[in-house]
């Protein structure tokens, strides 16, 4: 099953605002993109399930002091 098909199932609501945001932006927000956005506005608790992912992890974080060890 489909992301989006997923998201239409268990969140219809957001979905429905999802769908008519990329539709007056002209093709220039994604689907995906609109559906987050709509989200954080009704549910902003969400912000850290659509960071997870995004954001590096503390040991990837580049140390410019690790080079001088």
């Known amino acids: ?3 989006s098909t997923l998201r239409w ?3 219809p609501l957001t979905s429905w605002r999802a ?4 539709r007056t932006s002209k093709g220039n927000l994604s689907f995906d993109a ?3 956005r709509c ?3 009704r549910h ?3 912000m850290p399930y659509q960071q997870h992912g ?3 992890a503390d040991n990837e974080v580049d140390d410019p ?3 001088q060890r």
């Open 44 to 46: 902003p608790d969400d």
């Open 34 to 36: 609109a559906w987050r």
């Open 9 to 11: 199932l268990l969140s």
């Open 65 to 67: 002091t690790a080079r």
């Open 1 to 3: 099953m489909s992301t």
């Open 54 to 56: 995004h954001l590096p």
């Open 39 to 41: 989200r954080l506005e």
């Open 19 to 22: 769908w008519r945001l990329t």
